[in-house]
């Protein structure tokens, strides 16, 4: 017997090792040691039970994570090991494909082409069609492709004339793959299933192949990917997976919750293993996890414990201002690593991207080494580099190296090829390249010159009119005159990848915050041109200390996203106000509150000593000034392990049934006069405005409603009684 196999086995975990046969659901909570136990079952498997390896199939979600398992089996089993798979579902998918896409008629030295790749052919299939790609995006088309590839449905849901454009590119796209032998990724499942579900003798043949079937972080699997497993399982049964609906973040990239509850469908005769024992955290994080995620519905009931101690109480910290939020992280962090906590083992976290501006600045300032983990440094973001230089040329047209970079950012058909001509005539006639943009620029083509000059004209009037406007004003001309705005608005109308475009348009709005902080701190008797030119040359500055401060050492900042699958000895996550942390738009849904909640519970469980939890009254983001509510998870905590520092807790709120009044209120600034209507509304109300749209009420307080409305209009404080406002039934 192989002592090394149940070595450091809780109860728990050596049952989920050794329940051989039938489907097993492991629910294995945060820090519950599920990488210990899936390939301490492999190597049970292999050495205890004498399971030959090339029958056994294990699937994770990552290449990093396949390496990790497979070098942890390998150093468990003391005989030699071939033939195991352990891989990711597009890595089996290709070996697969590979040995049998002939029986769908391709050739079996296919070429698996990247995203890239497929969006140039989507761009010339578009062109080809003689469609503008300019109305008809390649990137957004590519993504309604892989989504109609799995589910052909798809090419019904859109209107006119997408709906019809998107038929033909489909069927262009697909054929064009299969004539030259091509393979995409979305590919590597969809034919897959395909080859399965045509060739019975195929499917027989993996299914007698793979008698033993593991499956990590099965809450994160989409239904290509359920299918594919309960195809090969749906036989011996022999099927463990390993999840948690706790943690399950990635509904946007197309996991499907309900693939646990598919299995307990698909698999009635299944066994369930808790695996609750934490061995990351101390009592007190996991008890404040826990009082959290106990408010989600949709979930297999577990409390997580730790041996670890009980450990400090969470902390919450409410500042007056986000100003104030930064510096108390900052001060923490300080005084921290002054006990011996390396910056490494500190981390922030973010609901999304754009709000790590704060957070690095009030480092950078200090001299705080900080790494943004998962996404580029604030201002070095492309969308924040793209305005820069736009600002940089605004100040002074004859900028050659702010040029190059926005000349054809948004696209204005001017190729690699013009553009050399534009830079060799500029360098000959001694010119810069805006000089060059006039009636005789013969080197561009009729629609890229026009286009060209309008740049150049848009640019001109935008710099005249500096000093008659307010300096935000002219900032948002120049993302709508340059088309920069309605790229990034064009990417997102009909794109899976949209969330980019959004994370991108957050961070352009954010810029605005930058510049209304700079640009306060000027005597008024300085010109809106100097400003400009100081708040440019403090950017540049910043950029070459922040090169300076980069090291190994550092204080990790991240969006919840990125930390899944980490741990930090200190954690503080931040922005905790309604509308940002949950956001704006899961309040619509109560599935998305969901997927909320567990992403802060995500967040919480990564810390294993300390964890601080931070928000602000109010703030300056999006290039305006919130004043939003605590978030809602806050008062979900266990008061009982909470330590509540700073601004003190706020208000009850009332929410008691309105009063009926007959009499007309007269709002003594706005000439109009209306009838109250009596409207119970309750926080969490669907509510529709006749201005503003549909909202959420997110707040009762008095006469006075607090609803959050789409992104663009954001919240707003309004009469609840007033007639503009409908409860939605």
Partial sequence: ?????????????????????????????????????????????????????NSILAITFTNRAAEEMRHRVFQLVNIPVKGIWISTF??????????????????????????????????????????????????????????????????????????????QVYHEYVSYLKKNNLVDFQDLLVLMIQLFRQEP?????????????????????????????????????????????????????????????????????????????????????????NSVIKMNRSRIPKELFSTLGEGEKVVHFKAETDEEEA?????????????????????????????????????????????????????????????????????????????????????????????KKMKDFATLSNLRLMDIIDESASFLSKLAFSRMMKFKSDMIEIQKNIENQNLLVTYDQILDKSGYMAMLKDYEANSEKR????????????????????????????????????VLEELALREETEDLLEQNEYVSLMTVHSAKGLEFNVVFVSCLEQTLFPSSQSLFEKADVEEERRLFYVALTRAKELAFLTNARTRYMYGRFMENLDSQFLGELDESVLDKIGLSKPKNIKMEKPKYNPEPIVNPFVKETYERVEQNLVIGDKVRHKVFGDGVVVAIQDDKATIAFQKDVGIKRLMKDHPSIEKVR
């Fill in 327 to 419: 510096y108390f992280i900052y001060t923490k962090i300080k005084s921290l690593n002054k006990e011996g906590i390396s910056f490494k083992d500190m981390a922030i976290f973010y609901r999304n991207n754009a709000m790590s501006r704060r957070f690095e600045d009030i480092l950078l300032k200090y001299n705080i080494p900080y790494k943004v983990i998962g996404n580029t440094s604030f201002y070095k973001r492309k969308e924040i580099k793209d305005i820069i230089s736009y600002l940089h040329l605004l100040v002074n047209l004859g900028d050659d190296y702010a040029f190059e970079r926005v000349y054809n950012e948004p696209k204005r058909g001017v190729g690699d090829v013009s553009f």
């Fill in 201 to 289: 003798h195929i499917l027989r043949k993996y299914q007698d192949w793979f008698q033993y079937i593991l499956v990590d972080e099965f809450q994160d699997t989409n239904d290509l990917q359920y299918e594919i497993v309960y195809l090969l399982a749906m036989n011996h049964h022999n099927l463990f997976i390993v999840g948690d609906e706790d943690q399950s973040i990635y509904a946007f990239r197309g996991s499907n919750i309900q693939n646990i509850r598919k299995f307990m469908k698909d698999f009635p005769e299944y066994k369930t293993i808790i695996l609750n024992q934490n061995y990351r955290s101390v009592s007190n994080i996991l008890k404040a996890a």
């Fill in 1 to 53: 017997m192989n002592n090394m196999i149940f070595d450091q086995l809780n109860e728990k975990q050596l049952e989920a090792v050794k329940v051989v046969n039938g489907p097993v659901m492991a629910v294995a909570g945060a820090g519950s040691g599920k990488t210990r136990v899936l390939t301490r079952r492999i190597a049970y498997l292999i050495e205890e039970q004498g399971v030959p390896a």
């Fill in 90 to 167: 597009h890595a089996m998918g290709a070996k697969i494909l590979r040995n049998d896409i002939h029986h769908l008629g391709y050739k079996n030295d296919f070429q698996i082409i990247d995203d890239d790749d497929s969006q140039i052919i989507t761009k010339n299939i578009l062109k080809d069609l003689n469609y503008d790609t300019k109305k008809f995006s390649p990137r957004s088309f590519y993504s309604m492709i892989e989504d109609a590839k799995a589910d052909p449905m798809v090419l019904e849901l859109y209107r006119e004339p997408v709906k019809s454009v998107l038929n």
């Fill in 499 to 534: 969330f980019e475009s959004e994370r991108r348009i957050e961070n352009l709005e954010e810029f605005k915050t930058i510049l209304l902080e700079k640009i306060k701190d000027y005597d008024t008797d300085v010109s809106n041109y100097e400003k400009l030119i100081g």
